[in-house]
């Protein structure tokens, strides 16, 4: 009686065509993970949620505000050695886009906290150039929170301090003073 | 001097004011020290005063979901800002409402409702960052110092900062149920130590603090043979830091006016940042 090992065929695509082609009967099992046609890829969260399927009204709001978000950060640094002052304009731009941005914060606390980090940062940059450091961080964290929008509050840490890592603040510049209201010095 | 020894309030600058002056001063002084100790009691006393206030304040916006309401409850609470009068704090507090109140927000109350509005808006904002101040602060409190050290086996810091739904909890009863502190051994044989310190808290503004200082500085040599409780350790405060700092230490703290004296007592030196 032939063996259920017997009766395996593994499937290897044919380098040529990319057909897969079967091969003779092995006695063992070649784990999903070890074929090159199922190796993980990404997929992009436009082809993940085209339009209108599947996704909650906010969900696609933000996605649309979080690609505007990522252009006017381009088209900033793109501009800032021809054109200091529209550079800089674009970032004045990406502020209200920011501001909409924390209305879907329902999308959860660590996308909250993330915008929440942008919103600052850029307002407490309001008086400064902004450096080719900066303004690639700012993309990246845009480009990553569009692409991973459900972040817990550790995961939205981590991109808040790399914000701080190029010399952005990423919180109300008010906190000192509730810091000083609270600090424990002041208890009644 | 190459050795600090730690006292809260540069804890709490370096951890929840780190922006601020003060914050910025004691993350320098903790650099320009080869060795910089931090007592366990030190983060005992940073998760009891600063970090249960910060929670305090997270939970009024978390529940009242209006940063006016949450800082009108802040100033009805009687507690005074240390650098700032209550006027200029609130007057800085609420140039933050106007900076943001200043973006037309009509179209985006329209679009997503009461959320949009500004008072909701920088309830979230501020609260957001209390949170995240608060848990980056705890995750870095055994970091911030060369080492911790005098650990205190009846506290625990396991779930000291824990959420609740939307609230953040912060572990009231952090001393274990044990008969009596850990602390207690040693105290015991340190009579002549708390004899003169209780001397000098006596000299000492008569706030509320002192006297439950003095009570029990006075307990611990008069009543040695009586338990000494999770209290009476957190009364001891800054009779602490000056007791068990090395002798070859310098005490690191901003509150020079209530420790100098007790640490030049026993012929130790304060320094602040």
Redesign the interface.
Same mark, same amino acid.
């Given at each position: 009686m032939a063996t259920a090992a017997a009766t395996i065929r593994e499937l290897k695509p044919d380098a040529g065509t990319g057909v897969s082609q079967p091969l003779e009967a092995k006695p063992n099992v070649v784990a999903i993970s070890d074929s090159p046609r199922y190796q993980p890829s990404r997929i992009s969260i436009d082809a993940l949620y085209p339009d209108s399927t599947g996704a909650t009204d906010v969900f696609r709001t933000s996605q649309r505000l979080l690609a505007t978000a990522a252009n006017y950060v381009t088209e900033s640094a793109g501009l800032r050695w021809t054109d200091p002052v529209a550079s800089d304009d674009k970032m004045s731009q990406l502020f209200p886009i920011l501001l909409e941005l924390f209305c879907c914060r329902e999308l959860g606390e660590g996308f909250a906290a993330v915008i929440n980090g942008l919103i600052h940062s850029v307002r407490n940059n309001a008086s400064e150039q902004w450096d080719g450091t900066q303004l690639k961080e700012v993309a990246s964290v845009i480009d990553s929170l569009r692409s991973e929008p459900y972040l817990n509050l550790d995961q939205a840490i981590a991109y808040l301090d790399r914000m701080e890592r190029v010399e952005l603040v990423p919180e109300p510049p008010e906190l000192d003073i509730l810091g000083d209201w609270l600090d424990g010095q002041s208890l009644r | 001097m190459a050795r600090a020894f730690v006292e809260?309030?540069v804890l709490?600058?370096a951890l929840?004011?780190r922006?601020?002056d003060t914050?910025i001063k004691a993350i320098e002084a903790l650099r320009r020290f080869e060795t910089t100790e931090l007592p366990v009691y030190a983060i005992k006393? #940073?998760q009891s005063? @600063?970090l249960k206030? #910060?929670a305090? $304040?997270h939970n009024k916006l978390a529940t009242t979901k209006s940063f006016a309401a949450a800082v009108t409850a802040?100033q009805k609470?009687?507690?005074? @800002?240390?650098?700032?009068t209550v006027a200029t704090?609130l007057e800085?507090?609420r140039?933050?409402a106007e900076? #943001?109140g200043s973006?037309p927000v009509g179209k985006?109350v329209e679009?997503?409702g009461t959320?949009?509005k500004t008072d909701s808006?920088l309830c979230?904002? $501020?609260r957001?960052?209390?949170?995240?101040?608060m848990?980056?602060a705890w995750a870095k409190r055994r970091s911030i110092c060369t080492s911790t050290v005098h650990p205190l086996s009846c506290y625990s810091e396991d779930s000291t900062l824990r959420q609740d739904n939307d609230l953040l909890v912060v572990d009231s009863s952090p001393c274990r149920g044990a008969v009596e502190c850990c602390l207690a051994g040693v105290l015991r044989i340190r009579q002549d130590e708390s004899r003169t310190l209780r001397d000098v808290v006596l000299t000492q503004s008569k706030k509320a603090e002192n006297e439950r200082r003095a009570r029990t500085l006075r307990s611990l040599y008069r009543t040695p043979k009586r338990p000494i409780t999770a209290d009476m350790c957190r009364d001891l405060g800054d009779a602490y830091f000056a007791m068990f700092a090395p002798a070859d230490s310098v005490i690191l703290s901003t509150?020079l006016r209530d420790i100098e004296p007790l640490a030049s007592a026993l012929g130790k030196k304060v320094e602040r940042p």
């Open positions: - | 809260t309030t709490v600058d929840l004011k922006r601020s914050g006393e #940073f005063g @600063p206030n #910060f305090w $304040f802040l609470m009687a507690m005074t @800002p240390r650098r700032y704090a800085g507090l140039e933050a900076g #943001f973006i985006l679009r997503y959320s949009a808006v979230d904002m $501020f957001l960052s209390i949170k995240v101040n848990v980056r509150n």
